[in-house]
């Protein structure tokens, strides 16, 4: 299954540039690599979600690759999956951190993959040629579904199947698309059927704690899952994927230079680490890019 913004107008930049891809060609992002050609890296955009720890993977790999010579451009904070994958396909980005559960249902709506390995293997052939997914991180950032600890007590809740027995009395809460893209899902999985789904965005955790919704879908890395005592239910039919973070790629648009030192980032993130940063960012209120440049700087990748 995650919305930190770097300025208004970095927002609304991005927003506008978007939404005008809808036609032919007037998309501002297009040209930045479609000239590349293949084993070529002129200049790499970085882009990334709308939510706090994609902007933080996305500095990460910027500066890193800024480290190496690389020119560099960023674009943080563009939108969900629905809006970005139609940049990264097109050329108008060339990197974008990812999470390789979630992309594969995307891409590919009747996979049922679920471990890493199987994964892969249908991103290989779900791709189109002109990207393709590079060495994944160690850190995994699961979506979950997220209780209190006092309603799972109250209900006696430990696993998201637990829930079919009170799920049409619970308003469920996630991203806006979050309705779109699980509904079936865990009506096939689990039989669970919400009184509504509201959304509730990177506010989720607070929602949940407040009561403003009763379960909800929280990412497995987020701090506030400790901080307001919540309770992930376990996933025992794996309606979610293996969620491993790693860079998707446009391939005309990057050269061994790029790629080498995205997989460098890759060898040395795990999840114990990725929880430690999304701290700094959610609790500490610490600016991502200054996050990354000390992980960065940590482990001798810059």
């Known amino acids: 299954m995650k919305r930190l913004l770097s300025t208004v107008a970095v927002v609304v930049t991005a927003a506008l540039a978007l939404t005008a891809c809808g036609g032919g060609g007037s998309d501002p992002l297009s040209s930045a690599t479609a ?40 674009k943080p904070n563009i939108g969900s999956r629905e809006i970005v994958y139609g940049q990264i396909k097109t050329g108008g980005l060339t990197v974008l ?113 407040s009561g403003a919704v009763q379960v909800g879908n929280v990412f497995t890395t987020d701090p506030k899952i400790l901080l307001n005592d919540l309770v992930s239910l376990q996933d025992t039919k794996n309606a979610f994927g293996a969620d491993n973070i790693a860079p998707l790629v446009y391939k005309p648009g990057v050269n061994d230079t790029v790629t080498s030192t995205l997989d460098a980032i890759s060898a040395k993130l795990d999840t114990a680490t990725l929880v430690t940063l999304m701290k700094r960012i959610s609790v500490d209120k610490d600016d991502p890019p200054v996050v990354a440049k000390d992980w960065l700087s940590q482990n001798g990748l810059v």
Do not use: C, M
């Open 97 to 209: 951190p990812e999470y390789i559960g979630s992309l594969l249902a995307f891409v590919d709506k009747n996979s049922t993959a679920k471990t890493k390995d199987d994964i892969l293997a249908g991103l290989k052939t779900a791709l189109p040629a002109e990207l393709e997914v590079l060495q994944p991180a160690a850190a995994e950032d699961n979506n979950s579904l997220t209780v209190t600890k006092e309603t799972a007590t109250k209900h006696n809740l430990t696993t998201i199947e637990d829930l079919a027995k009170v799920s049409k009395d619970f308003v469920v809460g996630g991203p806006p698309e979050f309705k779109e893209r699980q509904e079936k899902n865990f009506a096939d999985a689990y039989g669970l059927e919400f009184k509504e789904w509201k959304p509730t965005g990177d506010a989720t955790a607070d929602a949940i704690k």
């Open 35 to 74: 000239s590349a050609t293949p084993g070529e890296a002129k200049k790499v955009v970085v882009g990334s979600f709308n939510f706090p720890e994609s902007v933080l993977l996305a500095s990460i790999y910027a500066q890193a690759l800024q480290a190496k010579g690389v020119t560099v451009e960023e």
